[in-house]
């Protein structure tokens, strides 16, 4: 697979890299468009993330916010993406409302992934029934168990590359998620993954060196068959890569 890998010290270290390279991207593609797309993860480490990308003088105002994938709770829950990015990157970066395209995860999960998340995307990219958005930047974590957005090993939307976004029950949270797909992931321009400590070294490894079975190594999804692939990883999390 052909994908970049940078390995830093620390979470701090890696959020800074990694917010710097992200904007980077956003800055080529706002050289020759008038706006830019961005879909964010949730989780522990997008909070470094967010804090960074925010404190940078940047055109928010260009860039069209979305969610890779987003727990089905009120948006003033702590467990809500939304609010992450909310009180991390959107209000500190003055990201105005209307370029914000959220998850409405306090709606039945059905409803908020199709049609009120789907039709959004759809609506912004212009696109036909059938088509999957290319978006310009999407940003991806992992879980200890190899999961990226919310696509965990054994989904039975592991081999789903048609549509655009699907609500999923996690047996393990006993939670209800929107997730964007395989195809989407795969379709993006460029893709970032940000993972951060030892308990992910062992699936850091696996993703890498085994071979491809994204039913057990989801995160291979977007690395393996990606465009533009890029892993920060601090050293705890990349302790076990040769």
């Not at 992934?113 to 991806?140: K, M, Q, S």
Request: proline share 7%; hydrophobic share 45%.
């Amino acid at each position: 697979m052909s994908v970049r890998r940078h390995t830093l010290p620390d979470p701090m270290a890696t959020a800074e890299a990694c917010a710097h390279h992200i904007l980077m991207l956003l800055e080529q593609v706002l050289a020759g468009r008038d706006a830019a797309t961005l879909a964010v993860s949730g989780g522990t480490t997008p909070k470094l993330l967010f804090d960074r990308m925010a404190a940078v003088k940047f055109p928010w105002e260009r860039v069209s916010l979305f969610f890779v994938d987003e727990r089905c709770v009120s948006p003033t829950d702590d467990q809500s993406n939304y609010k992450l990015a909310l009180e991390h990157l959107i209000r500190p970066a003055h990201i105005p409302p209307h370029n914000v395209h959220r998850v409405f995860g306090e709606l039945d999960p059905l409803r908020a992934a199709a049609p009120r998340y789907v039709e959004d995307i759809r609506e912004y990219f212009g696109l036909a029934e059938g088509e999957l958005p290319r978006f310009d930047v999407i940003h991806c974590g992992m879980g200890p168990d190899a999961h990226t957005a919310s696509l965990f090993p054994g989904s039975e939307w592991l081999d789903d590359h048609e549509h655009i976004a699907a609500p999923v029950y996690v047996e393990k949270f006993r939670m209800w998620r929107v997730t964007l797909l395989p195809g989407v992931l795969q379709a993006a321009k460029h893709t970032v993954f940000a993972v951060t400590g030892e308990d992910k070294a062992e699936m850091v490894r696996a993703v890498f060196q085994e071979e491809y079975d994204p039913k057990r190594y989801p995160a291979q999804i977007a690395s393996h068959h990606g465009r533009g692939v890029t892993w920060f990883l601090d050293e705890a999390a990349a302790r076990l890569l040769d």
